[in-house]
Each structure stands twice: as structure tokens, then as C-alpha cells.
């Protein structure tokens, strides 16, 4: 796929946005079809509420840092409201950035045989919601978890449609901290047509020791819990 192509894809998904507002994709289902995405998709199996399957994506280096305890907090919310979670650390895995080679034109598989193929996109795919957490890093998401976004493009279709959520920690507090950031996902959400269920931005916290003292914490596991 060329990059008009991949403008024509983005194209139908604001289309379908403008003409339904949040509801059901046609990312998969509608204009792109000719562009190799899968058809009929966008929509996750179930269409969420309680024992939803949610995939929780983090991109940190450390295992027990900031941004870890936000994930942990919202899975242990989230599994006691009786929803399914699958982790996937980005920084512990066999992971490749996207080659942009387009063997999989949009829509799998990708050539790339790691942990992204084998164990993360079909969770991706079956899931309802997907909950993207990072440390900031230079005030935009971790090449961490950057390298999975862009690795959605072999199923971009089929991770469409579903619920969202962003946690993110930083060091800075200045109320602009995650504006790049927010700016980022809100995009993406708009794009593959996600309907974002929240975020919990944890400035200020740039230590184990400055997140455990703070509200996120206990904002995280509240937000799992609410769903
Ligand atoms: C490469 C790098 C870039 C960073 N960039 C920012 C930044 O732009 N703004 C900020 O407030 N903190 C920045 N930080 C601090 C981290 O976001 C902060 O320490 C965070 O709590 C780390 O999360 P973690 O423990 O989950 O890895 C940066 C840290 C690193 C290592």
C-alpha cells in the first residue's frame, strides 16, 4: 500500500466518523476494503460491559517503575469488576518496528514472526478494549509502545472499532505535560475509531516513591473497576 492508499484508509475512517459519530466502523467494513483491510470488521466480538476481554499494552523498561503500578492497579480494578485482562510488556518482549513493506496490505500477517505476531495482534483483534500505558518520553509515548502502534497498521481494520484507555506517568508536572501526548491518542482514537473509555495522567510521578504517594494509583484501579 502506498502512502495514498494509507491517506485513502484514513480518509474513509473520518468519513465514517463524521457520518456516525462514535458508532459501529466501517474502517474494515466500508471504503478500505479496496485497500486490503478486512471486511465486516472493526467491531469486537462482544460489543463490551462487564467480562469484557481487555488488552493492556505497557512501554516501559522498568518492571516495577511508575507506569507498571498504574497498569497493575487498573488490572487488579478491572478483573475485580470480572473482566478478562491479557498484559503485554513491550520492553520484555521480541519485539520490531514495523517495516513498512506492506506484504500484509493492511491486513495481516505480517512477515515479522515475533512476539507482536505470535502472542499480541489477534488478542488485538479478539479484544474489546485496548489500554495503552507508557512513561513519557520526551513528551510522546515510549518507542516501546510506539512500535506496537505502528504494527497495529497489519490489522488496522480489525482493531478498530474497539474501547480505549491511556495511562501515562511523566516527571514534569506543568498542566501542559501529556498535551503532545493526549494530542496523540485522541488522534489515533478519532482514526480507528475508538470510543475512548479514559486516561489517567500521572504528572509529577517520576519516581516509585512519587506515584505511590499520589491520587493515580487508587484513579487507575477506580477506572478498571468502573468499567
Ligand atoms: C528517555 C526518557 C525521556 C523522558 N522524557 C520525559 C519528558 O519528556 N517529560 C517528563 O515529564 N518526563 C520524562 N521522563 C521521565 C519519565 O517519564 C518518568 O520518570 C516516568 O515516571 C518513568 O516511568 P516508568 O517508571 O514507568 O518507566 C523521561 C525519562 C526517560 C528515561
Redesign the pocket.
Known amino acids: 500500500m502506498d502512502r495514498r492508499e494509507f491517506i485513502k484508509v484514513s480518509g474513509a475512517g473520518m468519513l465514517t466518523l463524521f457520518l456516525s459519530g462514535c458508532g459501529v466502523s466501517m474502517l474494515g467494513g466500508g471504503d478500505n476494503r479496496a485497500a486490503g483491510a478486512a471486511p465486516a470488521a472493526g467491531v469486537s466480538k462482544s460489543q463490551g460491559g462487564k467480562g469484557m476481554k481487555i488488552v493492556v499494552v505497557t512501554g ?3 518492571k516495577a ?4 503500578l498504574l497498569a497493575d492497579k487498573f488490572i487488579e480494578g478491572a478483573q475485580a469488576a470480572g473482566h478478562e485482562v491479557f498484559r503485554f510488556n513491550a520492553a520484555f518482549e521480541d519485539i520490531h518496528p514495523c517495516l513498512g513493506c506492506d506484504a500484509c496490505g493492511m491486513n495481516g500477517p505480517c512477515v515479522q514472526k515475533d512476539a507482536i505476531e505470535n502472542k499480541l495482534i489477534q488478542k488485538l483483534v479478539d479484544c474489546d478494549m485496548i489500554v495503552l500505558v507508557t ?5 510522546g509515548m515510549s518507542a516501546q509502545l510506539k512500535t506496537i502502534v505502528d504494527r497495529f497498521y497489519s490489522r488496522t481494520g480489525r482493531i478498530a472499532g474497539k474501547k480505549s484507555l491511556l495511562m501515562a ?4 508536572s506543568a498542566d501542559w ?1 501529556m498535551s503532545a501526548l493526549v494530542d496523540h491518542y485522541d488522534t489515533l482514537v478519532r482514526y480507528m475509531n475508538w470510543k475512548d473509555m479514559g486516561k489517567v495522567l500521572a ?1 509529577g ?4 516513591s512519587l ?1 505511590e504517594q499520589s491520587k493515580f494509583p487508587d484513579q487507575a484501579y477506580q477506572l478498571g473497576k468502573s468499567l
Open positions: 516501559s523498561p522498568h517503575g511508575t507506569s507498571a512513561p513519557l518520553y520526551y513528551y506517568t511523566a516527571y514534569n505535560t504528572i510521578c517520576g519516581s516509585r506515584i
